[in-house]
């Protein structure tokens, strides 16, 4: 009987522990610049709200996008239980906007990590591929969660905003690179894609059937507006330029956009009145996630 028990009990845990959901996600935190700091969205005005906005919906590990070293800086000062994979975009270090991986430190085990350039020449530092604008990058980790032991692959990317063919042979080789990087392993995918669900671009990262967009696969959806409204909580659109992708053995049990926003104080003297603004011009992407055994 004791014995009927405790394998019992060992079965049990196993399936809890296998079971264990982690909740991932995209954020374009907006570049810090003097333009929107005239307009009063500056960063120094929305860091803070920012990183309680991020420590609130718990995090477990997140891509973001347009990130200075000074902001990375600011955050990971305001969210100390995190910490970062990922280099700049310029030299592959700190210089440039980089598109670190954010992850809860107590949570994961780094197994290997690096970045590479959305490019044809995806080795060379500071490349800009194609017809694009800018050096684009894309951050990618191999971790293992400390609880269950379960190894995932994570990548974290930013898709230019002009090239129509970056965009488009971006998509191409970050599913290239999925598929030699991650194997058979389980394999999450994150970013600013710059193009919205409609978009020849998008629909290519669905093309060899290895990834699914966590928005269609969801069992639960929590998104009735787009990711893009360039600081303005009013703006309504349907197009979602910001993804979460995971590879088929990924089970999506929730997915939201995050349109959270923050009431400011505004004007001098008697002249004051509250206006309502948003952390960043673009809505988080999360979802809560479970791999499939």
């Not at 296998?18 to 120094?44: C, H, P």
């Not at 970056?166 to 894609?193: H, P, S, T, W, Y």
Request: charged share 25%; proline share 2%; with cysteine.
């Amino acid at each position: 009987m004791k014995r009927a028990l405790l394998i019992f009990c060992t079965l049990l845990a196993a399936t809890t522990l296998s079971a264990q959901s982690l909740i991932v996600g995209s954020y374009n935190i907006r570049v810090a610049n003097d333009n929107d700091t005239r307009k009063g969205d500056g960063w120094e005005s929305r860091h803070t709200i920012l990183c309680e906005q991020i420590r609130w919906h718990d995090f477990d590990i997140f891509g973001a996008q347009e990130v200075t070293r000074p902001q990375l800086e600011d955050m990971l000062a305001q969210l100390p239980e995190y910490d970062f994979i990922g280099g700049g975009r310029d030299d592959g270090k700190m210089e440039g906007e980089l598109s670190p991986i954010i992850y809860k430190r107590d949570k994961f085990k780094i197994l290997a990590s690096g970045m590479f350039w959305i490019s044809e020449n995806p080795d060379r530092v500071g490349v800009k591929g194609w017809d694009a604008a800018l050096p684009r990058i894309c951050t990618y980790a191999h971790l293992k969660d400390r609880v269950t032991g379960a190894k995932f692959w994570f990548f974290s990317l930013h898709m230019d905003h002009i090239g129509v063919e970056a965009r488009r042979e971006g998509a191409k080789l970050i599913q290239r690179k999925v598929a030699e990087m991650c194997r058979n392993e389980k394999a999450v995918v994150v970013g600013d894609f710059n193009v919205d669900q409609h978009n020849e671009a998008y629909k290519t990262m669905l093309t060899n059937g290895m990834l699914a967009d966590a928005y269609d696969v969801a069992r639960h959806r929590f998104a009735s507006n787009g990711t893009f409204q360039g600081f303005n909580s009013a703006t309504y659109t349907e197009s979602r330029i910001d993804h979460i992708f995971v590879t088929l053995d990924v089970d999506v049990l929730n997915y939201a956009i995050l349109t959270d926003a923050y009431w400011r104080k505004e004007g001098n003297n008697g002249d004051k009145h509250y206006l309502r603004r948003v952390p960043s011009d673009h809505y988080p992407v999360a979802a809560k996630i479970e791999f499939k055994r």
